[in-house]
């Protein structure tokens, strides 16, 4: 059913290139991809391991983001993941 709304035919350009699974000591996973000839990383995890990956100058806004909806996801009971993306 969730396949069926995804739309496939725009991802006939990708590759993965390289992929590291699931690894609890870590707390992420990682894939290296390659689209249009242009390399980029994706980790999802959890919050915290995803933040430490992050670099720029607003940091700090999206720390204080990230933690305000973890938290609030948390007092309803929900887990929360988290998505990064390298500039390719």
């Known amino acids: 059913l969730?396949?069926?709304?995804?739309?496939?035919?725009?991802?006939?350009?990708?590759?993965?290139?390289?992929?590291?699974?699931?690894?609890?000591?870590v707390k992420r996973t990682e894939s290296t991809i390659k689209e249009d000839g242009q390399t980029f990383k994706v980790?999802?995890?959890?919050?915290?391991?995803?933040l430490k990956l992050l670099k720029g100058q607003q940091l700090a806004q999206?720390?204080?983001?990230?933690n305000k909806?973890?938290?609030s996801l948390a007092q309803r009971g929900i887990r929360a993941l988290a998505v990064a993306k390298t500039d390719p």
């Not at 995804?6 to 699974?21: F, I, Q, R, Y």
């Not at 999206?62 to 990230?66: N, R, S, T």
């Open 62 to 66: 999206v720390e204080a983001k990230l």
């Open 2 to 25: 969730v396949l069926g709304s995804a739309d496939l035919d725009s991802l006939k350009g990708v590759e993965m290139v390289d992929h590291m699974p699931f690894d609890p000591s």
């Open 69 to 71: 909806e973890v938290e």
């Open 43 to 50: 980790s999802k995890g959890a919050p915290n391991i995803i």
